[in-house]
């Protein structure tokens, strides 16, 4: 005879419907889930539904603030580490860790959050951990001379870079997070201009990522169980094993080391100077450029004078070849006039000289 089966506690029957929420709303989102399919696949009637959670609304809002809740926790552990590369470093593993771990949890935040969530948006989240990463920015900023007044547009650039890229791993899934995570620490800590072609992960941040997921699994929804319950188990689900046999509670990530310090410290001087004599080499280039351009402008200032003096000669020659043609003109007229003189003078004499002739023989003679 099987036993009969144990009635859940309202503790329980709670925990079921959410964690059957979360799985509905992230296949088909806030609008595609019902509260009929809620309580249908959890094999209990609506009305168990309405009386732990008022609606699907209040289901809806308790898992938007646990994945909110969950991911915050993580990414800001990561952010105390001591040193700025580490920092980056767990930050970006602190995510790909949620987005592998709780692959339904970051489907349900970067979809188009309801308002029924009650706490806001993925965006909003991403603001919250663009305000953390701010305050390092700004520290960073200050100690290599930058304005920290762009400390918090550089935070934004940052953080939307790693969240964008979340969301590409989270169908992909290929390479390893730890690998992505260290390219995108390339890209960010050394820039395009300084890409490792084979970047890795410091010591102390390998294998964080999945310290950090176990860490962070499944935590109770605020307000609804007292400090240091937990969530008791799904009656479907392998009841818990017995304490003897249990997995060790995760250790917190190791502190970096001296060495490793260092070695970080001597990356940073390295990095100051590739960037140092990167602008010293921008700026020879600049100057080059300058006397390249000053150059070819005295060569076209030179160019135009020669062709302005080759224009002005012309002129005068032509002035002057003018000139003399007026002189030759003004010849050749007094040259015409001077022989109209002449002819008619040579003119007046002949008619002179036939008057006194035909005088001469009308006068009479004695």
């Given at each position: 005879m099987s036993e009969p089966r144990r009635r859940m506690s309202g503790k329980e029957r709670r925990e079921q419907l959410i964690q059957i929420s979360r799985t509905l709303f992230a296949e088909k989102g806030f609008d595609g889930t019902s509260v009929e399919e809620i309580a249908a696949t959890a094999n209990v009637s609506k009305p168990v539904v309405y009386e732990h959670f008022g609606g699907k609304e209040g289901v809806y809002a308790v898992v938007i603030d646990?994945?909110?809740?969950?991911?915050?926790?993580?990414?800001?552990?990561?952010?105390?580490?001591?040193?700025?590369?580490?920092?980056?470093?767990?930050?970006?593993?602190?995510?790909l860790a949620y987005v592998e771990e709780n692959s339904e949890g970051f489907r349900i935040l970067v979809r188009d959050s309801h308002a029924a969530s009650g706490t806001g948006t993925f965006a909003s989240l991403i603001n919250?951990?663009?305000?953390?990463?701010?305050?390092?920015?700004?520290?960073?900023?200050?100690?290599?001379?930058?304005?920290?007044?762009?400390?918090?547009?550089?935070?934004?650039?940052?953080?939307?870079?790693?969240a964008l890229t979340g969301q590409?791993?989270?169908?992909?899934?290929?390479?390893?997070?730890?690998?992505?995570?260290?390219?995108?620490?390339?890209?960010?800590?050394?820039g395009l201009t300084g890409l490792d072609p084979s970047?890795?992960?410091?010591?102390?941040?390998?294998?964080?990522?999945?310290?950090?997921?176990?860490?962070?699994?499944?935590?109770?929804?605020?307000?609804?169980?007292?400090?240091?319950?937990r969530p008791q188990p799904h009656p479907a689900e392998p009841s818990p094993r017995p304490a003897a046999s249990r997995s060790p509670a995760p250790q917190p990530p190791a502190p970096p080391t001296e060495k490793e310090l260092r070695e970080l410290e001597k990356a940073r001087e390295r990095e100051q100077?590739?960037?140092?004599?990167?602008?010293?080499?921008?700026?020879?280039?600049?100057?080059?450029?300058?006397?390249?351009?000053?150059?070819?402008?005295?060569?076209?200032?030179?160019?135009?004078?020669?062709?302005r003096e080759r224009e002005q000669r012309e002129q005068q020659r032509l002035l002057r070849e003018q000139e003399r043609a007026?002189?030759?003109?003004?010849?050749?007229?007094?040259?015409?006039?001077?022989?109209?003189?002449?002819?008619?003078?040579?003119?007046?004499?002949?008619?002179?000289?036939?008057?006194?002739?035909?005088?001469?023989k009308f006068e009479p003679s004695e």
């Amino acid at each position: 005879m099987s036993e009969p089966r144990r009635r859940m506690s309202g503790k329980e029957r709670r925990e079921q419907l959410i964690q059957i929420s979360r799985t509905l709303f992230a296949e088909k989102g806030f609008d595609g889930t019902s509260v009929e399919e809620i309580a249908a696949t959890a094999n209990v009637s609506k009305p168990v539904v309405y009386e732990h959670f008022g609606g699907k609304e209040g289901v809806y809002a308790v898992v938007i603030d646990r994945e909110m809740q969950k991911l915050l926790i993580m990414v800001t552990e990561a952010l105390s580490a001591s040193h700025s590369l580490i920092k980056l470093e767990r930050a970006a593993l602190a995510l790909l860790a949620y987005v592998e771990e709780n692959s339904e949890g970051f489907r349900i935040l970067v979809r188009d959050s309801h308002a029924a969530s009650g706490t806001g948006t993925f965006a909003s989240l991403i603001n919250d951990i663009a305000s953390q990463v701010e305050d390092v920015m700004v520290d960073e900023f200050v100690e290599r001379g930058y304005d920290p007044k762009l400390a918090p547009m550089y935070a934004q650039m940052l953080v939307g870079m790693v969240a964008l890229t979340g969301q590409w791993w989270l169908d992909v899934r290929r390479p390893s997070r730890e690998e992505v995570a260290a390219h995108l620490v390339n890209l960010a800590w050394n820039g395009l201009t300084g890409l490792d072609p084979s970047p890795r992960l410091t010591a102390s941040s390998r294998g964080l990522g999945q310290r950090l997921a176990q860490a962070h699994q499944r935590p109770a929804d605020a307000g609804h169980h007292p400090p240091g319950s937990r969530p008791q188990p799904h009656p479907a689900e392998p009841s818990p094993r017995p304490a003897a046999s249990r997995s060790p509670a995760p250790q917190p990530p190791a502190p970096p080391t001296e060495k490793e310090l260092r070695e970080l410290e001597k990356a940073r001087e390295r990095e100051q100077k590739e960037q140092e004599k990167l602008r010293e080499r921008e700026q020879r280039e600049a100057e080059k450029l300058a006397r390249e351009q000053e150059k070819a402008r005295l060569r076209e200032q030179r160019e135009l004078e020669k062709a302005r003096e080759r224009e002005q000669r012309e002129q005068q020659r032509l002035l002057r070849e003018q000139e003399r043609a007026r002189e030759r003109e003004q010849k050749e007229q007094e040259k015409a006039m001077l022989r109209e003189a002449k002819a008619a003078e040579r003119e007046a004499v002949k008619r002179a000289k036939l008057i006194g002739e035909e005088q001469e023989k009308f006068e009479p003679s004695e």
